[in-house]
């Protein structure tokens, strides 16, 4: 791996506090809505009611395609940081709001399913 890419700060934290908010994410939805199983409401809105309701199983693509951004934007950083170092922070601070708005989305349905 790149050594510049762990030699900032940033960079890790940024890492560990994004794998964090995913492995939150993935347990609150395991615990919440796959382990009880059967149907659940996938999609709200205000004026429509409940758009989507579907199996349990479902829900797991919220924090499955987080952890994808999360791997495919550390790949990126760690191949742009020997290069422009600034352009790899911005990519790791990106990461950390997409895990912050998967776990937003999974505390939705949690909260919509109880």
Same mark, same amino acid.
């Given at each position: 791996?790149?050594?510049?890419?762990?030699?900032?700060?940033?960079?890790?934290?940024?890492? !560990?506090?994004?794998?964090?908010?995913?492995?939150?994410?993935?347990?609150?939805?395991?615990? $919440?809505?796959?382990?009880?199983?059967?149907?659940?409401?996938?999609? !709200?809105?205000?004026?429509?009611?409940?758009?989507? !309701?579907?199996?349990?199983? !479902?829900?797991?693509?919220?924090?499955?395609?987080?952890?994808?951004?999360?791997?495919?934007?550390?790949?990126?950083?760690?191949?742009?940081? $020997?290069?422009?170092?600034?352009?790899?922070?911005?990519?790791?601070?990106?990461?950390?709001?997409?895990?912050?708005?998967?776990?937003?989305?999974?505390?939705?349905?949690?909260?919509?399913?109880?």
């Amino acid at each position: 791996m790149s050594s510049s890419f762990w030699q900032s700060r940033f960079n890790q934290s940024s890492l !560990y506090v994004s794998a964090f908010l995913n492995v939150l994410t993935w347990g609150l939805l395991v615990w $919440k809505i796959v382990l009880p199983g059967g149907s659940v409401i996938l999609h !709200y809105t205000v004026y429509l009611g409940v758009d989507i !309701y579907d199996d349990a199983r !479902y829900a797991i693509f919220i924090p499955l395609v987080a952890l994808v951004f999360l791997i495919i934007n550390t790949v990126l950083s760690i191949l742009t940081s $020997k290069n422009d170092r600034e352009i790899a922070q911005i990519i790791m601070g990106v990461t950390v709001l997409i895990q912050i708005f998967a776990l937003v989305a999974g505390t939705i349905i949690t909260l919509v399913n109880t």
